[in-house]
């Protein structure tokens, strides 16, 4: 005699086939699913839903992984969970690829962001991939998010956005080497007493796009408050590299600034900080830049500080 089922359980031996009602399930869900061949990532099966977020042409999650996702960093993510998911197929039976956000290339050239998740199958060869298309929630999140890490006035990053691209490349990669530049801008403070502070905003607007421009796009610039920058830059390869770059950037700064009438002439003290050798975390390397800079300054004599750093370009008008 049967035993009744516990309450809140299933008595599967009730239901009808479900295969029926998952090729319907499969077929109408509005989430991107495929299923894909463990031994060459072959993409077997994909649903209408998927064919909006990714090419027909694309026939493998490595060409996937290769030619949809334009983010170089993400295509490493993946294909890290892919090898330790498959790493693990001789102790499970399956194996999760965790919640990872993708930004892929449809064939329409549209840029959609997902959440992809995956299970793997090992026994049957399989695994089963979910791509569910958040574009819309996200934009308005990102564009949320770089208003609150951006610097009104200069456009670059902010304090808040520095923390929080400190926190993503630690969280990549604990084991690089990151390097911070702190830079205080020399006889900045004449401009403002003497132009008026117009003057002196689009001074620091000028400044801002010159760091910017003399760094590489995985750099991150920002400003740290009234003329002092810093730039964040991820994975550098030594402190030859970091005096490299901050001798790149002291030549930048010290270019003309033309702003209306007047060509203005001012330059900049660096420090530097490594991590991990000067600091274990992005408070202690700022210290350590910060000190180092300063130490700069005090090289630098009172009387060029305060010197007005003009040339007239052309008289006013009366």
């Known amino acids: 005699m049967n035993a009744d089922p516990l309450s809140g359980q299933f008595d599967f031996s009730t239901l009808p086939d479900l295969a029926p009602l ?20 072959q993409i077997l099966l994909r649903n209408p839903a998927f064919r909006h977020i990714a090419d027909d042409k694309i026939t493998t999650m490595s060409a996937l992984i290769d030619t949809s996702c334009v983010d170089p960093k993400q295509q490493e993510q993946l294909r890290a969970q892919v090898r ?17 956000v993708l930004d892929l290339k449809g064939a329409d050239g549209r840029i959609r962001i997902v959440q992809h998740y995956a299970l793997m199958f090992h026994k049957q060869g399989i695994a089963i991939g979910i791509f569910r298309d958040i574009s819309d929630i996200k934009r308005k999140y990102r564009a949320l998010q770089k208003d609150a890490f951006t610097d009104e006035l200069t456009g670059v990053g902010n304090r808040r956005g520095l923390m929080e691209r400190w926190n993503e490349e630690i969280e990549d990669d604990p084991a690089q080497a990151i390097g911070f530049l702190m830079i205080d801008l020399d006889q900045f403070k004449p401009i403002n007493d003497t132009y008026g502070h117009a003057t002196g905003d689009n001074v620091l607007r000028s400044m801002a796009r010159r760091l910017r421009k003399s760094v590489r796009k995985s750099d991150y610039v920002v400003r740290m408050g009234g003329d002092e920058f810093g730039i964040l830059l991820p994975g550098i390869e030594s402190r030859t590299m970091l ?25 900049g003290s660096i420090g ?21 800079m300063y130490s700069t300054k005090k090289k630098i004599p009172a009387r060029k500080r305060s010197q007005k750093p003009l040339v007239t370009i052309k008289p006013p008008a009366p």
């Open 22 to 41: 998952g090729q319907t399930l499969f077929r109408k869900v509005p989430i991107g699913t495929v299923v894909v061949r463990l031994s060459d990532s």
């Open 243 to 267: 005096d490299t770059v901050s001798n790149k950037l002291l030549a930048a700064l010290r270019r003309p600034v033309t702003v209306d009438t007047l060509k203005l002439s001012l330059s």
């Open 84 to 100: 330790h998911a498959k790493s693990r197929a001789d102790r499970e039976d399956t194996s999760e690829l965790p919640e990872l």
């Open 272 to 292: 530097g900080g490594l991590y991990p050798e000067d600091g274990k975390d992005l408070a202690a390397i700022m210290v350590h830049a910060d000190q180092s």
